[in-house]
């Protein structure tokens, strides 16, 4: 599954990196301690909102899954297994959050985070779509060929794998946009990544 999201990703983003040097004499005059936390409780609160997804569905997907029948039996269990991972990544983000709070930053260091949580967050939801086109295609062999083996398993998984995706897009996209519009406040855009259509998919410019 990961090579699928891989492979959607090299196909639809063209992650250019444009070396341009420039000064800071640019950026809005803002304060950098408490512009450093506004980003780093965003983050947080994402992760909050991840873990507590990840924990209502390992405990419904528990209960569908022991419950359930054929395909919507192999649907929860999918469910639980995704979630675990999500709230192995949540909760070691939090407590690394937790110390990031205490940090100070300078100019150079807060630049390098931010432009690292946007990409972060485009290059995760290039690997979103791929997962929701693993799940399609697996749902899809399985609904035109119930009779084969493990049909009802890809069923069940490909439901899975379609719904996880899709709220890990619709997190992923706000999220960028959360963190995109916070960065306007001090650079302008002019020192950020810039997501554009091309005609024939998508292109992040990443400055630096």
């Not at 706000?174 to 554009?196: E, I, N, P, V």
């Amino acid at each position: 599954m990961k090579k699928i999201g891989t492979l959607l990703l090299l196909c639809t983003f063209s992650l250019m990196l444009l070396a341009q040097q420039k000064d800071s004499s640019g950026l809005a005059n803002v304060d950098l301690a408490k512009y450093n936390k506004e980003r780093i409780l965003m983050t947080r609160n994402s992760m909050y909102v991840l873990g507590g997804w990840s924990a209502v569905n390992i405990v419904s997907g528990s209960i569908g899954w022991s419950k359930g029948k054929d395909s919507n039996r192999f649907f929860h269990q999918g469910n639980v297994f995704w979630n675990i991972v999500n709230l192995g990544i949540a909760i070691p983000s939090l407590l690394t959050i937790k110390k990031s709070l205490h940090k100070s930053y300078n100019e150079q260091e807060t630049l390098k985070y931010q432009k690292g949580s946007e990409v972060t967050y485009l290059v995760n939801l290039g690997l979103d779509l791929g997962y929701m086109l693993g799940g399609a295609a697996l749902y899809d062999y399985a609904s035109r060929n119930p009779s084969k083996k493990g049909a009802t398993r890809m069923n069940g998984f490909g439901q899975s794998l379609l719904m996880q995706g899709g709220f890990l897009l619709l997190f992923d996209a706000t999220m960028y946009g959360f963190h995109k519009s916070h960065s306007q406040q001090w650079t302008g855009g002019k020192y950020m990544g810039d997501l554009a259509f091309t005609g024939n998919g998508f292109a992040y410019s990443y400055h630096f």
